[in-house]
């Protein structure tokens, strides 16, 4: 060993932070004495198992950003109807879409999601032959045995209430609250 500068010494700097300064020196290792010490234990892979449940988190976790995202239309939908009416009408379009977003939730549970997507079958396991223009079966989602799919309702329902949210605005002000729902 000699000087920090010498080829037989690897050096790099590194960050020290004591007594709130932070100041940066130069630290050198001696390659030999690394050789000598105690090997670093070996990487292991991932399992495929550890792989695919770590996919489906992150899977689920971008369905469900998403679907706030798409929520947050509803928010933003409420914003421009209310600044496209007059102001007394502000309370009533602003009422009209809390409840397209909460009774939108419970038609959707009750029948919407099932129209959409029925029972789950694909073409090829059908073998009833259930009716291939609306979904039949799984009505306010009794099928969901597990809870690997609610972020799939959760999702559509958010596109279901923003859809509904529209209708509020093409209506603003020309209809009355009765009428409307």
């Known amino acids: 060993p000699g000087s920090p500068n010498s080829v037989d010494m690897s050096c790099f700097y590194a960050s020290t932070d004591s007594s709130g300064i932070r ?20 990487i292991q892979l991932a399992a495929a198992s550890d792989v695919s449940s770590l996919k489906a988190s992150v899977d689920i976790s971008f369905i469900l950003v998403c679907a706030i995202l798409v929520f947050w239309m509803q ?27 909460a009774i939108g939730a419970i038609a959707f549970w009750l029948l919407g999601y099932s129209f959409a997507f029925g029972n789950g079958r694909t073409y090829a396991n059908n073998p009833g032959q259930d009716n291939r223009f609306i979904g039949a079966g799984n009505w306010a ?18 596109f279901s209430a923003a859809a509904t949210t529209i209708v509020s605005g093409s209506l603003a002000e020309r209809c009355k609250l009765e009428a409307y729902f």
């Not at 928010?75 to 977003?101: C, H, Q, W, Y």
């Not at 009794?142 to 972020?151: A, P």
Request: proline share 6%; aromatic share 14%.
């Open 23 to 42: 100041s940066f020196s130069q630290l050198c290792i001696d390659p030999s004495a690394l050789a000598s010490s105690t090997p670093a234990p070996s």
């Open 141 to 158: 989602l009794q099928d969901f045995t597990d809870d690997t799919s609610y972020h799939l309702f959760f999702f559509q329902w958010a």
């Open 75 to 101: 928010a933003g939908f409420s914003m421009l109807e209310s600044g496209s009416v007059r102001p007394k009408n502000t309370n009533n379009i602003l009422f009209k879409n809390l409840m397209d977003a």
